[in-house]
């Protein structure tokens, strides 16, 4: 069973600076895409930001987080990261990591982290 343990959401003020880690454990073989996603309340679940492998690896932002945002990770760690920089007030959310991974027993399918609260103060 792949679990999914996301920290580093929190308050800050705009203009400032967060760091978002989400540590995957358990047994698996693959993780073939890490992404972030966030959602407001009131508002539909959206993706933030992806790192898609394969034989190229392709990463994918938001509009609104371009330029702003940056995803990564670390596969020694089986950890991927979301550096958020210039934080908006609009970027308020539950931030929740998802990868898409490949196991034995269940072939590829989506997991999720347990959301962790980013706040951007005015």
């Known amino acids: 069973q792949v679990q999914l343990v996301e920290s580093g959401g929190g308050l800050v003020q705009a203009g400032g600076s967060l760091r978002l880690s989400c540590a995957a454990s358990g047994t698996f073989f693959k993780i073939n895409i890490y992404s972030w996603y966030r959602q407001a309340p009131g508002k539909i679940r959206e993706l933030v930001a992806s790192?898609?492998?394969?034989?190229?690896?392709?990463?994918v932002y938001a509009d609104s987080v371009k330029g702003r945002f940056a995803i990564s990770r670390d596969d020694a760690k089986n950890t991927w990261y979301l550096q958020m920089n210039e934080l908006k007030p609009e970027d308020t959310a539950v931030y929740y990591c998802n990868g898409n991974i490949w196991t034995p027993s269940t072939g590829s399918i989506e997991n999720w982290g347990q959301g962790t609260q980013v706040t951007v103060s005015s």
């Open positions: 790192i898609r492998t394969g034989s190229n690896t392709n990463y």
